[in-house]
């Protein structure tokens, strides 16, 4: 299976702050990545897909980076309404895998 | 629109089981894929399996192999997961999810339900 490593595990930022959070696997996935975003109580939403793309209707704060087995997503002014966990997913290959998450908390 | 609503998440004994239905909305289950995704207290997301609408493949975790089957009614526009022999690290929501982006081998997911409570538990 392709693991992954995604980091940090928990982010605390205030308003306005630039935020990254990564996500590393166990080999090479080219660009099969997606973003997912899940608020307490919510089912999770997906965010970015192929690495970079946007989801229709996500804020365009939200963008992804990344190919082969190093990626990112960033939120580029962080707004009290992104307050959740976040989760990378593979799908290069079965079984389909995700990160550990990155629980966000506004200051 | 397009949803899916779960159902048939409970209480149950370890060793029990335990049959979750998924049903869709403004899209035909004919043609996607539909995968169950769960969610342990204080864990992260893990994948279980996936059956794909146009030729029936099926997919499974290693960690429910044998023990979980995953199923369709295309007339009910309905995919069901029978959850047999099950165990205290069953325990989860279990959300129903569609396969909407492909890399031709694997799929990441565009739209999901509210997601249904299993209790695996004496």
């Known amino acids: 299976d392709i693991q992954m490593t995604q980091s940090p595990s928990t982010l605390s930022a205030s308003v306005g702050d630039r935020v990254t959070i990564t996500c590393r696997t166990s080999q090479s996935i080219s660009e099969w990545l997606a973003w997912y975003q899940q608020k307490p109580g919510r089912a999770p939403k997906v965010l970015i897909y192929?690495?970079?793309i946007l989801e229709s209707g996500v804020p365009s704060r939200f963008s992804g980076s990344g190919s082969g087995t190093e990626f990112a997503l960033t939120i580029s002014s962080l707004q009290p309404d992104d307050l959740a966990t976040y989760y990378c997913q593979q799908y290069n290959r079965y079984p389909p895998t995700f990160g550990g998450g990155t629980k966000v908390e506004i200051k | 629109e397009m949803q899916v609503v779960e159902s048939g998440g409970d209480l149950v004994q370890p060793g029990g089981s335990l049959r979750l239905s998924c049903v869709a909305s403004r899209f035909s289950l004919s043609g996607s894929i539909i995968g169950w995704v769960r969610r342990a207290p204080g864990k992260g997301l893990e994948w279980v399996s996936t059956?794909?609408?146009?030729?029936?493949?099926?997919y499974y975790a290693d960690s429910v192999e044998g023990r979980f089957t995953i199923s369709k009614d295309n007339s009910r526009n309905t995919v069901h997961l029978q959850m047999n022999s099950l165990r205290v690290e069953d325990t989860a929501v279990y959300y129903c999810?569609?396969?909407?982006?492909?890399?031709?081998?694997?799929?990441?997911?565009?739209?999901w339900g509210h997601g249904t409570m299993v209790t695996v538990s004496s």
């Open positions: 192929q690495a970079s």
């Open positions: 059956i794909s609408g146009i030729d029936g493949s099926t």
């Open positions: 999810t569609r396969e909407g982006y492909t890399s031709g081998w694997c799929g990441a997911f565009d739209v």
